[in-house]
């Protein structure tokens, strides 16, 4: 199957390989693809949301290197997913069990896996429904728990596999991510900047 796009006017189509590569020539920007192979392209995000970004990354990762159970990604890491979409969530993890079973080819491309937690923060910018699709289709796709987070509302998405969703309002709590990530705890407190 190839990917549809247009540059300047003229329609562009690639493969999987192409794709990959278009990324990596254009590593300044956020692109990914959804289930009918569109392009979607976004900017670099902005300072304040690129802090809160890594403050959930930061407190992730430590609590993955204490447990060792599997591993973090970033925000710049592309996942292809069963539906054959190529997303990229704004704090991942996966664990190691999944992350073995992938060829050492796959580990260094848009792996064909979907992580087991992801995160996607809201910027100002962004529409609150395209997220939320956005974190339906990780459920669909295989994500057993997924949290949005939206600051500005201090409010928390909570997608669960199975679940409908819930929300969580105020950020002076721990947000945790039992039974997925068993001892994990957000401190949503440290994200506002």
């Known amino acids: 199957m190839l990917d549809k796009i247009i540059l300047r006017g003229k329609e562009v189509q690639m493969t999987d390989d192409e794709f990959f590569a278009f990324c990596q020539a254009n590593a300044d920007l956020n692109i990914e693809r959804n289930a009918q192979r569109e392009i979607i392209i976004m900017s670099p995000t902005g300072s304040k949301t690129g802090s809160i970004n890594l403050k959930i990354a930061y407190q992730l990762e430590a609590w993955n290197e204490k447990e060792g159970a599997g591993i973090v990604f970033d925000s710049s ?93 105020g950020f002076q709590h721990q947000l945790a991510a039992d039974p997925v990530l068993p001892g994990f705890r957000l401190n949503l407190s440290k994200l506002m900047v």
């Not at 069963?82 to 999944?98: F, G, N, T, V, Y």
């Not at 395209?130 to 669909?140: I, T």
């Not at 939206?150 to 819930?166: C, H, L, N, W």
Request: charged share 30%.
């Open 77 to 169: 890491t592309g996942f292809t997913l069963p539906d054959q979409s190529i997303r990229s969530p704004d704090a991942s993890w996966l664990s190691m069990e999944k992350w073995k079973q992938l060829t050492p080819d796959q580990q260094e491309k848009f792996a064909p896996v979907c992580p087991e937690f992801v995160v996607e923060l809201k910027s100002k910018n962004d529409r609150l429904d395209d997220l939320q699709a956005k974190m339906e289709s990780w459920l669909q796709n295989g994500a057993q728990l997924g949290w949005l987070i939206v600051p500005e509302e201090e409010k928390v998405y909570i997608y669960e596999a199975g679940q409908e969703v819930r929300q969580h309002q």
